[in-house]
């Protein structure tokens, strides 16, 4: 009986040094992260709203780490070049994601064989304000269902930009769903676009409201359309497709993700440092007067909640991609 006794209490002790010492590894995992430049990659290039949000934190998430946090644009393949490349990292932290719900449209069009379960979701860090459908000034149309009906019979066929395999690729597959028939065309991300639609050579571009904005305020451009289920608060001059009777709302988040295996401890402290960040005034007025964007926040189980929702929506539009 004394020794049944003696080895429950072994085994007990045992136990509870091993839990131990798990508990210190992690906490030793996290307190002695990062010790080095931690890589922010960015899967589109410099300009545009991925590239600004992911700065909108860069600098301060360093302040807050201790290291130096940078952000690397590696644009290609509608994002799936970015992705891919921090998916394969090492699960070390020193690599992270800055990327948006184009994700699940790159999975979803065949672009990449993975999605949302190939990382470990840090925070959804921000939310963009809205997609506009903008055309040049000089253009003929004034609605978007002057768009819409003039791109039905148009020779030669009116050009869309899009990013292929990208959340604007489906925002003009979407156009064509509700009766546009217009020519979609890989003109990049949104600083590409933008060019894209100055130069002349594309009849209308989906893009991020706040980078717009100096476009329609200069006179440059005119908005048909906010792709989202309401109008911008803040910018509330520009009609949703919705009110105009399409049936189109693409919202994009935007998050940090790390590669799959990367210890919680260290995604969580990350996590922390954005969230922090997220509530700072300097931070909310950065993206308010930038690009008209309200602060959004979801932090690790929250974020992967969001995004797995959003893939679920998104699986009713695969057949169109």
Request: net charge negative.
């Amino acid at each position: 009986m004394k020794k049944i006794i003696l080895v429950s209490v072994l085994l007990v002790s045992l136990c509870a040094a091993v839990f131990a010492n798990g508990a210190s590894e992690t906490g030793a995992a996290k307190d002695a992260w990062p010790k080095k430049t931690i890589q922010v990659i960015v899967p589109f290039n410099p300009g545009g709203d991925t590239d600004f949000n992911a700065r909108a934190y860069a600098t301060r998430l360093g302040e807050i780490l201790g290291q130096n946090v940078v952000v690397v644009n590696m644009a290609g393949n509608g994002g799936a070049t970015g992705a891919t490349q921090v998916k394969n990292a090492a699960p070390d932290g020193y690599t992270v994601l800055f990327y948006h719900s184009a994700l699940l449209v790159n999975e979803l069009s065949g672009t990449t064989d993975f999605g949302i379960e190939a990382f470990e979701f840090a925070a959804v860090a921000a939310k963009n304000p809205g997609n506009v459908v903008a055309v040049n000034a000089n253009s003929p149309y004034k609605t978007l269902k002057d768009l819409i009906e003039a791109s039905k019979t148009a020779n030669p066929q009116l050009t869309f930009a899009a990013n292929m395999g990208a959340t604007t690729y489906v925002q003009g597959t979407m156009l064509n769903k509700v009766g546009a028939k217009m020519n979609l065309v890989d003109f990049g991300g949104s600083s590409e676009r933008i060019a894209a639609l100055l130069g002349g050579h594309v009849t209308a571009i989906p893009n991020p409201l706040g980078p717009s904005i100096p476009y329609l305020e200069s006179g440059e451009w005119r908005a048909l359309a906010l792709l989202e289920e309401e109008r911008n608060p803040i910018y509330p001059n520009v009609p949703t497709a919705k009110e105009q009777g399409y049936d189109i709302a693409t919202p994009i988040y935007y998050f940090f993700a790390f590669p799959k295996g990367t210890d919680q401890a260290i995604v969580n402290k990350f996590a922390d440092a954005c969230e922090t960040i997220n509530g700072e005034a300097a931070y909310q007025e950065s993206i308010m007067k930038t690009y008209k964007q309200n602060p959004y926040f979801a932090k690790t189980s929250d974020a992967l909640k969001l995004m797995q929702q959003q893939a679920e929506e998104h699986q009713s539009i695969k057949h169109l991609l």
